[in-house]
C-alpha cells in the first residue's frame, strides 16, 4: 500500500525542548516538504529538499532543521530557538516534475506546553 | 513570485445546490493551477490541476474547476454540494523558487459548509 506516513499524530513538548518528526514515503518521489499549518492562515513551507543529501530553506525556516539522507524519508526537527512551534505540521512528496501534484501525510500535531 | 487569493474565508452552501468556492491568481507567465481538499485533522488530497488545454478540468468526487484568462481565476465548482463536501479547501500555484526549484504557493484556504 503505498504512500506517505507521518509520526506521532499528536506531540506535546515542554519549552526549551528540540523534538524531531517522522515523514516517510514509499512512492519513490524525489521531492519533499515540510509545511506548518495555522488556523486561517494556509500552509507555508518550512524546508523542501528535491533530491538526497540536498535541501532548501522554504519561507519559515528559523527554529527548525531538517536532513535528507534516504529517499524515503525527510525528519524535521523543531528546536528550542522556534518561538511559537505549537501548530499542524504537513509533511509531502511528489515526483520531480514541476507539473505533478503533492501528495501529503496525514499530518502531526504539536503542542508545546 | 507568483500568488494565489481565495477572497472568502467560508462559503455556506444547502445540500443539492450549487457550489463555487473562488481563487484568483497572480503569475507571470503560464499559470499552473491546483485545487486541494482537506477534511478535519488530516492531510490535503488533490482534486484537480490546470496545465494547459481545456479551461474546464475536471476532477475527483465530481468537482470541477474553471480557468478564466481574462479574469485571472481559477474557481473551484460543483453542480450538487452533499454534506459530505463540508471541509477546508485550498488553491494553489506553481511558483519558482531561488535556484529553479518549482515549489506550489497555497492560498489561505476557504472552509466549506454544506447544510442539510
Known amino acids: 500500500d503505498g504512500g506517505i506516513t507521518q509520526s506521532p499524530k499528536y506531540l506535546f513538548r515542554k519549552e526549551g525542548q528540540n523534538v524531531t518528526l517522522s515523514c516517510e514515503q514509499n512512492l519513490n518521489h524525489d521531492a519533499m516538504y515540510w509545511y506548518r499549518q495555522d488556523p486561517g492562515q494556509g500552509l507555508r513551507l518550512i524546508y523542501y529538499s528535491q533530491i538526497v543529501n540536498d535541501f532548501q530553506k522554504g519561507d519559515i525556516a528559523e527554529g527548525y532543521s531538517v536532513s535528507r539522507e534516504k529517499k524515503e524519508s525527510f525528519p524535521l526537527t523543531v528546536t528550542s530557538a522556534q518561538k511559537n512551534p505549537t501548530a499542524f505540521y504537513l509533511c509531502?512528496?511528489?515526483?520531480?516534475?514541476?507539473?505533478?501534484?503533492?501528495?501529503f501525510g496525514p499530518g502531526t500535531r504539536l503542542t508545546v506546553l | 513570485a507568483q500568488s494565489v487569493a481565495q477572497p472568502e474565508d467560508q462559503v455556506n452552501v444547502a445540500e443539492g445546490n450549487p457550489l463555487t468556492v473562488k481563487c484568483t491568481y497572480s503569475?507571470?507567465?503560464?499559470?499552473?493551477l491546483f485545487w486541494y481538499v482537506q477534511y478535519p485533522n488530516r492531510g490535503l488530497q488533490f482534486l484537480l490541476k490546470?496545465?494547459?488545454?481545456?479551461?474546464l478540468v475536471k476532477g475527483s468526487y465530481g468537482f470541477e474547476a474553471e480557468f478564466n484568462k481574462s479574469q485571472t481565476s481559477f474557481h473551484l465548482k460543483k453542480p450538487s454540494a452533499l454534506v459530505s463536501d463540508s471541509a477546508l479547501y485550498f488553491c494553489a500555484v506553481r511558483d519558482r523558487r531561488s535556484g529553479g526549484s518549482y515549489i506550489p504557493t497555497f492560498g489561505r484556504g476557504t472552509s466549506l459548509i454544506v447544510h442539510p
Open positions: 490546470y496545465i494547459t488545454g481545456d479551461n
Open positions: 509531502a512528496s511528489a515526483p520531480q516534475s514541476s507539473y505533478t501534484e503533492q501528495f
Open positions: 503569475v507571470s507567465g503560464n499559470p499552473y
